[in-house]
């Protein structure tokens, strides 16, 4: 198949976004937080994010059950002002998983972000079988979501560039760590290539890729857009200074489970409460103040007004 452009509609900086959950006195089953969800949605629609990835690992996506993640999904279309929004879409049950990809097709989203089935590490002839199935019956273009580190199942190069053939496959969120691959399918050009990983940010928009789904853009977001633009308009030295002043906020914000010391920096700007549902925990109280030194220097570096623009 002759290569076609990557979709103009995955381009620019998503936010994998966390989902708020209420303190319960038992301790379990703390019920999603909708009022918080909204207000976070509303807080980062005016950021120049290119849209809002929902129910993805930091969404906490594995502790909600079937219809919490179409209500938080529900919730976000509703107050999203138009920005795109793409689902997270993981299991490893076939019939169950198309199912749920069923009831995601009623939804008005711009695309399903999918990953290798989990736990199973099926061969490559059983992934591309998997996802093609998915690309099959998806209303909305499939995003593949590259990482065996949480999966098990490495999805080989000639089996990337098989699955960027088929016409509702259109991009990747690269979480696979090898380079080469990286350049491999920026320079195919069929899939939009999204950096996954925040470390890698830079080094994949400098090799031409398309953008980035990463947790970081949670702090301070109109950074990672301003790093965006400054590639796509060849200002790669103010891209280099903004990618090295995040870069202590983004290790910060992996120096302990995703999400917590999101969700921590989250509650101490009283967007929601400090909760998470087992058997993920709360930052420490060490990192979270930690994390708020790390970008008040950001925010002295380049200005209260700079920090918030979009």
Not at 203 to 209: F, H, N, R, Y
Request: charged share 15%; with cysteine; hydrophobic share 50%.
């Amino acid at each position: 198949m002759a290569a076609r452009p990557a979709p103009s509609g995955f381009r620019g900086i998503w936010l994998p976004l966390v989902t708020p959950f209420t303190r319960t006195r038992t301790g379990t089953g703390e019920p999603v937080d909708h009022a918080a969800l909204r207000r976070l949605v509303e807080h980062y629609r005016q950021s120049g994010i290119a849209g809002f990835v929902i129910c993805g690992t930091t969404g906490e996506a594995a502790a909600l059950d079937d219809a919490e993640q179409l209500a938080v999904l529900e919730t976000v279309l509703a107050h999203a002002n138009g920005l795109p929004v793409i689902a997270g879409l993981a299991g490893n049950h076939l019939p169950h998983t198309l199912a749920r990809l069923d009831a995601l097709n009623t939804l008005p989203l711009a695309g399903v972000l999918a990953p290798a089935p989990y736990y199973i590490r099926p061969s490559q002839a059983g992934l591309l079988g998997w996802f093609r199935t998915l690309a099959d019956r998806a209303g909305a273009p499939l995003v593949l979501y590259d990482i065996p580190y949480r999966t098990g199942a490495t999805l080989a190069l000639d089996t990337l560039l098989m699955l960027a053939g088929h016409g509702n496959i259109r991009g990747i969120k690269d979480c696979g760590g090898n380079a080469l691959t990286t350049q491999a399918l920026i320079a195919d050009g069929r899939l939009s290539v999204l950096a996954g990983e925040d470390h890698q940010l830079l080094s994949t928009l400098t090799m031409g890729g398309h953008g980035a789904i990463i947790a970081s853009s949670h702090c301070r977001p109109a950074h990672f857009v301003a790093l965006y633009r400054a590639v796509q308009s060849q200002q790669l030295d103010v891209a280099r200074v903004l990618f090295h002043a995040v870069m202590p906020v983004v290790k910060l914000l992996f120096a302990e489970a995703n999400p917590g010391p999101v969700k921590a920096w989250l509650a101490r700007e009283e967007l929601l409460e400090d909760v998470l549902r087992a058997p993920m925990t709360s930052a420490s109280p060490a990192l979270a103040q930690q994390l708020v030194d790390a970008v008040a220097a950001v925010d002295a570096a380049f200005g209260a007004t700079a920090a918030h623009a979009a």
